[in-house]
């Protein structure tokens, strides 16, 4: 049952075209707030704006999430164009498999400038804007079990995740003075339009996850609503781990 529990309130969300990030701003949608959603692929952006506005009301913002201009520039429109930012979920990242001892400068500084710098940058540019306007707010970044668990060729892209997650409790120093809450969700294996174009990806995940099944782009959802929820407005600097309890028992994917 949707409650409305969002209705008056503004998030903007990166990296949300499709998958995770398309269903949280879905949800936001449904549950009342005006969403600005952000994705690199302008095609994408404008489709996903355009289903999802057909519940509410969702301002396309294409654009790189890691580039400072566009940064300021998406924080500044959602203010303009609504009166009012609440919320902000740092979702963008990208995933640059490769074996380490093999991984080359180029991949590595791309992944972190996304994932580390564009999470980092937009909390920074959001933060003012929250403590400016002095009613507080909500920031959640998109981490994964990646930073709990170490996977094969995803030392770069696990580095990241984790290092997010250590930014959320730095945070909480800095921004909890001004009512601005900062948490971290990590998700485990989630069925996406990514993963299920492999095969075997939900047979696999589904038979070494205790829950016995992949989690699905909703699970995440609900996780990640009601962490920017007036309900978890007293919850800061922490990580909720949606995987089924995958990282409690930790057996490997890879067959050997």
């Known amino acids: ?62 654009g790189d999430s890691g580039d400072l201009a566009f940064i300021d520039k998406v924080v500044k429109r959602a203010v303009t164009e609504t009166g009012t930012l609440d919320i902000v979920i740092a979702n963008a990242g990208i995933t ?4 380490f001892l093999q991984y080359t400068p180029e991949s590595f500084h791309k992944v972190m400038a996304v994932n580390l710098g564009g999470t980092f940058f937009l909390a920074q540019a959001a933060a003012k804007e929250l403590i400016r306007h002095g009613r507080g707010g909500s920031l959640l970044f998109t981490s994964s079990v990646t930073g709990h668990r170490a996977h094969k060729n995803l030392a770069a892209y696990g580095m990241s995740k984790a290092a997010l997650e250590m930014l959320a409790k730095h945070l909480v120093l800095e921004l909890s003075p001004h009512g601005i809450n900062v948490n971290t969700v990590a998700p485990g294996a989630t069925l996406t339009e990514r993963t299920v174009e492999d095969a075997e990806y939900a047979a696999t995940w589904s038979s070494i996850t205790p829950m016995g099944r992949a989690a699905t782009t909703g699970d995440i959802a609900a996780a990640a609503l009601f962490l ?15 995987d089924g309890g995958w990282t409690t028992v930790s057996p490997s994917p890879y067959r050997t």
């Open 96 to 99: 640059l498999f490769g074996d």
């Open 1 to 62: 049952m949707q409650t409305g529990r969002f209705i008056g309130k503004t998030a903007i969300i990166t990296g949300a075209g499709q998958g995770i990030g398309f269903e949280i701003a879905r949800q936001l949608v449904l549950e009342g707030a005006t969403v600005l959603l952000n994705d690199i692929d302008e095609a994408l952006t404008e489709r996903a704006a355009a289903q999802i506005g057909k519940e509410g009301r969702c301002l396309t913002c294409p």
């Open 228 to 242: 920017v929820s007036d309900a978890a407005r007293h919850i800061t600097g922490q990580t909720v781990v949606v």
